[in-house]
C-alpha cells in the first residue's frame, strides 16, 4: 500500500506564497513522474506541473515563472513553491505519482488534496 500526503496549503493574500509538500510512503520501489494538479470549484481538475525522476518538468502556462516544481527522491517527497499568487490559483491542490512497487508493478496514487486560498 502506497500514500500520498500533501501539506503546506492554507489562507495568503495576493501576490504571497506558500510551499505544498507530497510525501509518499508504503511499500515503494521507485517513483516515476511526480504532478500537481488543481480543481477550483466548478472546474475540471487540471495539471499545474509535472517533474521526471530525473527531474525535468512541465507547467501550465498560468503559473510559469511563479510556481516551481521539485523533488527529494531520497525522500520520496515533492514540493511545489508558489510565489505571486493571484486569488485565480485557489483551489484543491493534489498530488499524482506513478509509484513502483517492485520492479515490473507501476501504479498511479493521489493524495487526498489540499486547499489553497488567494484572498484579501
Known amino acids: 500500500q502506497v500514500q500520498l500526503v500533501e501539506s503546506g496549503g492554507g489562507l495568503v493574500q495576493p501576490g504571497g506564497s506558500l510551499r505544498l509538500s507530497c510525501a509518499a510512503s508504503g511499500s515503494i520501489f521507485a517513483i516515476n513522474t511526480m504532478g500537481w494538479y488543481r480543481q477550483a470549484p466548478g472546474k475540471q481538475r487540471d495539471l499545474v506541473a509535472a517533474?521526471?525522476?530525473?527531474?525535468?518538468?512541465v507547467y501550465a502556462d498560468s503559473v510559469k515563472g511563479r510556481f516551481t516544481i521539485s523533488r527529494d527522491n531520497a525522500k520520496n517527497t515533492m514540493y511545489l513553491q508558489m510565489n505571486n499568487l493571484k486569488p485565480e490559483d485557489t483551489a484543491v491542490y493534489s498530488c499524482?505519482?506513478?509509484?513502483?512497487?517492485?520492479?515490473?508493478?507501476?501504479?498511479?496514487?493521489w493524495g487526498q488534496g489540499t486547499q489553497v486560498t488567494v484572498s484579501s
Open positions: 499524482n505519482g506513478v509509484v513502483l512497487t517492485s520492479a515490473s508493478s507501476e501504479y498511479e496514487y
Open positions: 517533474i521526471t525522476r530525473g527531474g525535468s518538468t
